[in-house]
């Protein structure tokens, strides 16, 4: 069965950082896109970050930009999520989603699967 496990949340203060991590299992991880979105409180759930797991080629969101890293481990089927210089704007439960393509994902299409979600917390 396709599963998605998304941990590594938690409340930090401003500045500091946290790393969210994604394991996948039963489906085939190096042929999909693997991306990040994040849903605070009364506010659409947007994308954050992707990486093409064939190739490592990632994309970011303006917001997170400069902050935040993408990477992913095929022996261990996990994408990563290196958050740095947190904000308390960066407060929200984040999703690690598994679909076709960055352009795809960028427009919410084409995503299989989902994880249950891990809260992150900004402190100012």
């Known amino acids: 069965e396709p599963r998605l496990v998304d941990s590594g949340g938690g409340l930090v203060q401003a500045g500091g950082s946290l790393r969210l991590s994604c394991a996948a299992s039963?489906?085939?991880?190096?042929?999909?896109?693997i991306g990040w979105f994040r849903q605070a409180p009364g506010k659409e759930r947007e994308g954050v970050s992707y990486i093409k797991i064939s190739d490592g080629s990632a994309d970011y969101a303006d917001s997170v930009k400069g902050r935040f890293t993408i990477s992913s481990d095929s022996a261990k089927n996990t994408v990563y999520l290196q958050m740095n210089s947190l904000k308390p704007e960066d407060t929200a439960v984040y999703y690690c989603a598994a679909g076709f393509s960055i352009p795809t994902m960028t427009l919410g299409r084409l995503i299989d699967y989902w994880g249950q979600g891990t809260q992150v917390t900004v402190s100012s």
């Open positions: 039963g489906f085939t991880f190096d042929d999909y896109t």
